[in-house]
Nanobody, 126 residues
């Protein structure tokens, strides 16, 4: 089994910061990609940032580039997302996801992910 549990969400004002964490447990040995995705009510799911777990290479989607930082802590088996200069448009349910059992895939493509957490809510007010 594989479990991904997000935490750290909350309500902040525009310009503030928030740090999200994703705790991974279970059979995660074959992880190739880890990423953060989000979804606002009435909108499609969109990418936030992803990381190639083997190389550490990161990819940021345009809307968050320069403001968010994705990182992984292998010792703690945790994925993090540092969010700075938050905007109301960042509001949504943030999901942690993983690609397990595949290699050589394009991590920014959310269709590649086969494991997802329950999500943590982030609300940014003006």
């Amino acid at each position: 089994q594989v479990h991904l549990v997000e935490s750290g969400g909350g309500a902040v004002q525009a310009g503030g910061s928030l740090r999200l964490s994703c705790a991974a447990s279970g059979h995660t040995d074959g992880s190739y990609c880890m990423g953060w995705f989000r979804q606002a009510p009435g909108k499609e799911r969109e990418g936030v940032a992803v990381i190639y777990t083997t190389s550490g290479r990161t990819y940021y989607f345009a809307s968050v580039k320069g403001r968010f930082t994705i990182s992984q802590d292998n010792a703690k088996n945790t994925l993090n997302l540092q969010m700075n200069n938050l905007k109301p448009e960042d509001t949504g349910l943030y999901y942690c996801a993983a690609v397990i059992g595949s290699e050589g895939v394009y991590c920014p493509n959310f269709h590649e992910y086969n494991y997802w957490g329950q999500g943590t809510q982030v609300t940014v007010s003006s």
